[in-house]
């Protein structure tokens, strides 16, 4: 079965400041990674996902990822962050080959402080 | 365009009263989910739809809870003796196709509080 873990429930940064959250998964199988934010009382809008080719994933917002197979991570940057970033965000996995069925980590709340 | 669509958007029901949540999908959407998340967790997966036919409910927690698609478009949960552990956000998302890699578009939540 997959699992995915978030390493890390929070984290602080002051604005303008580099941020990276980290994303481990496990499989037996190849999967799809994607990362969601969410919003306050906002549904879940995807970042970026990771289906095959280049390894560095780039999406909305000034965000990137990284897929590193051998250490089975996924982990998410931006070199400088905003106010606005301020949100939840999720790291999920599905089959590849499979249909669309996420498995979502924890979460980790990025909190931007001026 | 329209995104996809949740109602109501906040429930209060009592222990044990039944409660039935929409879900309106992007339109020609073939895909629909419904995901359960529980307070400071990440949404877990309940239930699946490609067009009307259900192809996965083994994520439904009980057979209190009942999911259906009859036409293929909008779909709604039931929870039938609703209990306090079902508080939490329910939320629906739609893909267009059906294959794994497809991006999902979510649906704000239903949130549904049991006292």
């Known amino acids: 079965a997959q699992s995915v873990t978030q390493l890390d429930s929070q984290v602080p940064v002051f604005e303008e400041a580099p941020v990276e959250l980290r994303c481990n998964y496990s499989?037996?199988?190849?999967?799809?990674l994607f990362w969601y934010v969410q919003y306050p009382n906002q549904g879940l809008q995807l970042l970026l996902k990771?289906?095959?080719?280049?390894?560095l994933v780039k999406g909305i917002n000034g965000f990137e990822a990284e897929f590193n197979k051998s250490q089975t991570s996924f982990h998410l940057r931006k070199p400088s962050v905003h106010i606005s970033d301020t949100a939840e965000y999720f790291c999920?996995?599905?089959?590849?080959?499979?249909?669309?069925?996420?498995?979502f980590g924890a979460g980790t709340r990025l909190a931007v402080h001026p | 365009g329209a995104g996809v669509s949740q109602s109501p958007r906040y429930k209060v029901a009592k222990r044990g009263q039944d409660v039935a949540l929409r879900c309106d999908p992007i339109?020609?959407?073939?895909?629909l989910f419904w995901y359960q998340q529980a307070l400071g967790q990440g949404p877990e997966f309940l239930t699946y739809?490609?067009?009307?036919?259900?192809?996965?409910k083994s994520g439904l927690p009980s057979d209190r809870f009942f999911a259906e698609r009859p036409e293929g478009s909008v779909s709604t949960l039931k929870i039938q003796r609703t209990q306090q552990e079902d508080s939490a956000v329910y939320l629906c998302?739609?893909?267009?196709?059906?294959?794994?890699?497809?991006?999902?578009?979510f649906g704000p939540g239903t949130r549904l509080l049991v006292l």
């Open positions: 739809f490609q067009n009307e036919a259900q192809l996965d």
């Open positions: 998302a739609s893909s267009l196709g059906s294959s794994g890699g497809e991006t999902q578009y």
């Open positions: 339109s020609g959407h073939v895909s």
């Open positions: 990771y289906l095959s080719g280049s390894t």
């Open positions: 999920a996995v599905n089959l590849s080959g499979g249909y669309n069925k996420l498995i």
């Open positions: 499989s037996s199988v190849s999967v799809y």
